[in-house]
Nanobody, 122 residues
């Protein structure tokens, strides 16, 4: 079992930046990928960005491309999300997730953090 703890959320003005962190409680040699998701009030959870743990390649939602950068530190078992040029529409609870592999053709995120609130004021 692995626990994920997010940090770095907060209140920021539009155009500002925040850096989120997601720390895994232990080294997970079998990690396939980690990802960030977000959920705004009254909306469904949506994918934000992911990092393949082995090679470090990243994938982003169209809404955040060019503004957000996901990265990982294998030694610290930590994933980051650098968020620049934040917009009020980015306001949401951001959660990280960890996958050990793929099931039924999709990355299977089996472990989730509690989330951290990001609020962007206009």
């Amino acid at each position: 079992q692995v626990q994920l703890v997010e940090s770095g959320g907060g209140l920021v003005q539009a155009g500002g930046s925040l850096r989120l962190s997601c720390a895994a409680s232990r080294r997970t040699f079998s990690t396939y990928a980690m990802a960030w998701f977000r959920q705004a009030p009254g909306k469904e959870r949506e994918f934000v960005a992911s990092v393949l743990w082995g090679g470090g390649s990243t994938n982003y939602a169209n809404s955040v491309k060019g503004r957000f950068t996901a990265s990982r530190d294998n030694v610290k078992n930590t994933m980051y999300l650098q968020m620049n040029s934040l917009e009020p529409e980015d306001t949401a609870v951001y959660s990280c997730a960890l996958a050990y592999g793929i099931r039924n053709g999709a990355v299977a995120y089996d472990y989730w953090g509690q989330g951290t609130q990001v609020t962007v004021s206009s």
